[in-house]
């Protein structure tokens, strides 16, 4: 797609997005703030596994060290929400770089199995430090009001803030990862060695996407727990790891926009499957799961491109890149 | 629109009018039905307090098939939260805005309740005879849309408390408990009971989490810790693996059982009556598999219950007892409430029920409530197994004032 | 001393829980270079299919070969029917494939058989083995039996039968694999179908410990992945050493180490995993992944 065109799609999802809570209200509204903050987070997973190649099974662990950092800070030191979320950003940063470190020497498969400890052993851990986290009873947050008495409601706030937020923060990626960076990070997935070879510093950048990455997702789960007023440890199952990778892979491992796709899937089918069955919701939700991969293999964004590719094909246009 | 349809509309109009006055401040509530929203785990690793759900709706089909409540039929909506309290927060949200219910009624779980406390009392919706035994759900003062049903935990542990400190001279107490809301709580109320002696009584805690495979690890270290009295706080799964390696390795202390895992036939059987002999819990629910109930009527009419309205449910389950007595119990909050059916007055019947007794509660409980008591049921009883059934002995002890 | 006797065995009884279900793991992994996600809900599905059966009035060593039979059969049929369409697809949408798979069986067993626990019997005496004054659940140890039996058939099958061998090649090396005639799409269906089958062993064998439910293999998977991670996914013996050490070493560090106790067990069973990896990335008996340039 021509960059012009793109950027008037871009633009014009934006325009809808923001005339949407003037449509929806409460209930609806808060499941599209939550799409948009499951996007974010499915995000970071895609920057981590889809262009740097590093699986990670366990993002929900940077969701929960987000979401928790946010409900320390607003709990125990009367921190302004605004200020939480660069805060869990850098938190989670901080920790994703940490936990890159050591894992650089694991590839693939015991990557991806040491990042699902990760995930396993956070709820533990959170209930352990009783004190702080509040232990398995968790912690209940006040649901901010809109500032400077503008006319909105606490619903309508939230879902403007979790929109700014993720224009930003898509904003900052497509930079990223459309530049050098980007290309080097692609390149380490592809190739590490010939990357290497080409003067690449492999780990350094390898480290530094994890650190991305994790706080990509460490903002979903500062979002999240400001949005729900609440965070426990059952907030944050292993379930929830597994469900950022289904919507990373059904969006489209290697694209921005595949995080959005990928977010409406798991915000929406589970219910829509609950609809479908009362008896065995699950099973359903299951056969789409792997009814989507027979058709889309590459997830959505891959089948939009493919789609794309065939229109260029179809109308005899110079075949696209 | 021809003529015909603009005669209509003055018709309408007034249907339109009489009908909105009548239902203006009702919400969930029409001349036919009442809708009454709930949520419960149906999926996810709390899937198997499920069946409470099912049960309830269950015990509303029979309800609906006997006339309804003051004429009106039940319209029950569930859906489920998988025990994550972000979906519960989605699926109540759903209930109160789109569903517009009357009520919410029995969601399940501390940390899903939690999640909802403050939106239930900032919308005014009741959030009805919750399903946790946590303590906090007794505070009209802060929270007066929120009630309580179940013995909570802590009461229950502080009873236990009482009767060590009465019965056992020199006691040194071991503690099992599950790493969570449920264990810690009435770890609590088991601390608090003892007071200050609490640190030199209790010798050794080891915790577990619901997803180990065994806790016979935890067992070994707490006999070797020399305790002579061990306070049981398991689910059933890991109630009867803690009986029986009790039993196997030769350990017989006073041995305290939670409520919870207090089924005959689902754990002291299956870890072996031989093992199960003394063992002491407090009882507030008649238990199917024990066979003093067998001719009772209330069991009686419960099982034909089950055969006819929840043929798939287990009959060897308790929860579908206690899901049974709880449903039986907003059906007599409902129907006191006549014909007002508004959210004020459905709370202010709740905090208004005088002796209720139930045919599946021990005899002598009785369910009590009032405006600064958002306590249901208070009452147990202490029971001891004898190798074939519980026999309950003491009186029925109350938590009165905690 | 006896109490570390005692907390050794029992963490031996655990985790051969977890070998079981590892060894599963790592026969798909090594025949079709797959994670299965689903294993764990297969192996309980399995077994209830067992629950079924002698519910029906079969005698228990009938039910169990005609559950390993049925099961064997299930593996191959899901890898022809379902994973086939996606074979060629990048790993991880395979990947996703098996999570489908694991959601299916799980729903589907709560809505067929419901979700209370139903008790589930075990072919070994009940009572306890007494040597000197350790305890020994006579369970445990016919588990551990089995568990050392099948590792013993996979390494033979794997090293010894041309099948075995024809399986590894198909899985490592599939274009050359074809160019020898070696049929790669019924190898992969083979390996699932010993998989499976394995898988229901591990099911029947840990059911009477666990409790037949529909999660009841949810914590085990998580543990037997920890198992076979540390032991390194492609070697089976190091799946059973992996879980066994899992087991062993979680008992200790609760029992041992005060501060920490019994509430970050887990976590530290996890953080040693980890600490293993970071000295030998390929687990303790995995082969080291050589790089082509």
């Known amino acids: ?321 | 629109m021809n003529f015909r349809h603009l005669l209509a509309l003055p018709a309408v109009a007034l249907f339109a009018v009489a009908g909105s006055v009548s239902a203006q401040t009702v919400v969930g509530v029409t001349a036919t039905e009442i809708k009454i929203g709930n949520t419960n785990p149906y999926s996810g690793p709390a899937s198997a307090y499920g069946t409470i759900g099912k049960a309830i709706g269950a015990y509303f089909n029979m309800v609906n098939e006997q006339g309804g409540i003051n004429g009106r039929k039940i319209n029950y909506i569930t859906y489920d939260d998988g025990y994550s309290p972000p979906k519960t927060v989605e699926m109540v949200r759903k209930l109160v805005e789109q569903d517009r219910v009357a009520l919410v009624f029995q969601p399940l779980g501390t940390p899903p309740n939690s999640a909802i406390h403050k939106y239930m009392n900032q919308m005014k919706v009741p959030q009805l005879f919750v399903a946790t035994g946590a303590t906090k759900w007794n505070d009209p003062k802060n929270y007066p849309w929120t009630m309580g049903w179940q013995p909570n935990y802590q009461t229950e542990g502080r009873i236990y408390a009482a009767y060590v400190l009465k019965n056992v001279k020199d006691a040194k107490i071991g503690v099992l408990y599950q790493n969570d809301d449920y264990g810690k709580d009435y770890l609590k109320g088991f601390e608090d009971g003892l007071g200050a002696q609490a640190s030199k009584l209790i010798v050794m805690k080891q915790s577990y989490e619901v997803t180990d495979p065994t806790v016979d690890s935890q067992i070994v270290n707490l006999k070797n810790s020399g305790a002579n009295v061990f306070f049981n706080i398991t689910i059933p799964k890991f109630a009867v693996q803690a009986i029986k390696k009790a039993h196997d390795i030769g350990w017989k202390p006073l041995h305290l059982l939670n409520n919870v895992s207090s089924s005959v036939g689902t754990v002291l059987k299956p870890a072996g009556v031989e093992a199960s002999k003394g063992l002491i819990t407090a009882l507030y629910l008649k238990d199917y598999t024990d066979p003093q109930w067998k001719n009772d009527k209330g069991m009686l009419e419960w099982v034909a219950w089950m055969k006819k309205y929840y043929p798939e449910g287990k009959l060897e389950d308790g929860f579908n007892i206690y899901a049974y007595s709880v449903a039986q119990t907003l059906v007599h909050v409902l129907r006191q409430c006549g014909n007002d059916l508004s959210r004020e007055n459905i709370m202010r019947q709740a905090a208004n029920i005088k002796n209720l007794e139930l045919p599946l509660l021990l005899p002598g409980i009785k369910i009590n409530t009032g405006p600064n008591d958002f306590a249901p049921i208070e009452q147990s009883q202490l029971a001891r197994f004898n190798g074939e059934r519980w026999e309950l002995f003491g009186e029925v002890l109350s938590a009165g004032s905690h | ?293």
């Not at chain 1, 699902?116 to 709820?123: I, T």
């Not at chain 1, 089918?269 to 479908?276: D, F, G, L």
């Not at chain 3, 109490?3 to 829980?17: E, H, N, R």
């Not at chain 3, 089995?146 to 013993?152: K, P, S």
Request: glycine share 10%; charged share 10%.
């Open chain 1, 1 to 321: 797609m021509a960059p012009r065109v793109r950027l008037a799609v871009v633009l014009a999802a934006l325009a809808l997005a923001c005339v949407l809570p003037f449509f929806l209200s409460g209930f609806r509204l808060f499941q599209f703030t939550q799409v948009w903050i499951y996007a974010i987070a499915i995000l970071g997973l895609n920057m981590l596994t889809g262009f740097n190649g590093q699986i990670s099974l366990g993002h929900g662990a940077f969701y929960a060290i987000g979401g928790y950092t946010a409900a320390i800070l607003l709990s125990h030191f009367g921190v302004p929400y605004g200020w939480t979320i660069p805060a869990a950003a850098l938190v989670c940063f901080v920790a994703g770089f940490l936990f890159g470190l050591p894992a650089l020497r694991l590839e693939g498969l015991y990557l991806a199995l040491a990042t699902l400890s990760l995930a396993l052993a956070l709820p533990q851990v959170l209930k352990y430090f009783e004190h702080w986290t509040g232990g398995s009873m968790g912690l209940v947050l006040a649901k901010p009001e809109a500032p400077f008495g503008l006319p909105l409601d606490p619903d309508q706030w939230l879902y403007y803030v979790a929109l700014a937020v993720l224009a930003l923060l898509f904003w900052l990626a497509a930079n990223l990862l459309g530049g050098r960076v980007g290309r080097a990070i692609v390149a380490i997935r592809d190739n590490p060695i010939a990357a290497q070879a080409m003067g690449i510093h492999t780990a350094l950048y390898k480290s530094l996407t994890f650190g991305v990455s994790s706080a990509y997702t460490g903002v979903a789960g500062a979002l999240s727990a400001i949005a729900i007023a609440y965070v426990s440890p059952d907030s944050f199952s292993v379930f929830l790891s597994i469900t950022l990778l289904i919507g990373s892979v059904i969006g489209g491992l290697a694209s921005i926009q595949g995080a959005i796709y990928g977010a409406f899937f798991i915000q929406f089918v589970p219910n829509w499957a609950q609809e479908i069955s009362k008896a065995a919701p699950w099973a359903i939700f299951g056969v789409f799961l792997i009814l989507f991969t027979y058709f889309m293999p590459h997830g959505i964004a891959g089948a939009l491109r493919w789609l794309q590719a065939r229109m260029a094909k179809a109308r005899g246009a110079k075949p696209v890149s």
């Open chain 3, 1 to 293: 001393m006896e109490i570390f006797i005692q907390q050794v065995v029992a963490g031996l009884a655990t985790g051969s829980i977890y070998a079981a279900l590892a060894l599963a793991l790592v026969m798909i992994y090594e025949a079709t270079d797959v994670v299965n996600f689903a294993q764990g809900e297969m192996a309980m599905f399995a077994t209830y299919v067992c629950w079924t059966l002698l519910n029906a009035g079969m005698p228990y060593w009938a039910a169990f070969f005609a559950t390993l039979a049925i099961a064997f059969a299930g593996g191959i049929v899901i890898e022809r029917v379902v994973i086939r369409p996606v074979e060629n697809a990048p790993i991880l949408t395979i990947v996703i494939v098996t999570i489908g798979l694991l959601v299916i069986f799980n729903s589907l067993a709560g809505w067929i058989y419901s979700y209370v626990q139903k008790p589930f019997p075990s072919p070994f005496p009940k009572e306890p083995i007494r040597i000197g004054g350790i305890v020994f659940g006579a369970h445990a140890l016919g588990q551990i039996a089995v568990t050392l039996v099948v590792l013993l058939c996979i390494w033979l099958f794997f090293r010894f039968t041309p099948l075995g061998l024809a399986m590894r090649a198909a899985a490592q090396n599939p274009v050359s694999s074809r160019l020898a005639g070696i049929r790669v799409g019924w190898m992969l269906a083979l390996g699932w179908g010993l998989a499976a089958m394995f898988g229901a062993v591990a099911g029947i064998m840990v059911a009477p410990v666990l409790f037949l439910d529909p999660n009841m293999m949810g914590g085990v998977q998580i543990y037997a992945f920890a198992a076979a991670t540390l032991g390194g996914f492609t070697s089976p013996l190091g799946a059973v050493v992996g879980g066994l050490i899992v087991g062993v070493v979680e008992n200790l560090v609760g029992t041992y180490v005060k501060f920490i106790g019994t509430e970050l067990k887990l976590t530290v069973a996890l953080a040693i995993i980890i600490g293993v990896l970071l000295v030998k990335p390929s687990g303790l008996f995995g082969r080291a992944v050589v790089r082509r340039v």
